[in-house]
């Protein structure tokens, strides 16, 4: 009887992965990109790369997405995004919502 329910409850388990799993595949992930395109490119900071921590990089990008205009909750996804994987994802992910310099001159 016990082992009846392990299996069952093994079963379910498998069940909510698959679920899981096809859901996962059917809903696309937003990327920074789409946040870009939705909120525009900010001006470059000054003094942006003065500390190459990655922390410290998204920080200074999150101020200039705020003085750019982004909602809270844009600038949060971001940073979420750009901090997920490894650190040129994150250096790429910053120098995406940047305008080139000379745009703004």
Known sequence: MINNFIDEEDTLDEEENVMTKQNTHTMKERTVKDLVIEN???PFPR????????LSLVT????ALKRGG?????RDEFARLALNHDYNNVIN?????????????
Do not use: I, P
């Open 40 to 42: 525009g490119q900010v």
């Open 47 to 54: 003094n942006f790369a003065e500390d190459g921590n990655a």
């Open 60 to 63: 200074k990008t999150q101020t």
């Open 70 to 74: 982004w909602a809270s909750k844009a």
């Open 93 to 105: 992910s910053c120098l995406s919502c940047f305008r080139n310099r000379e745009d703004d001159e």
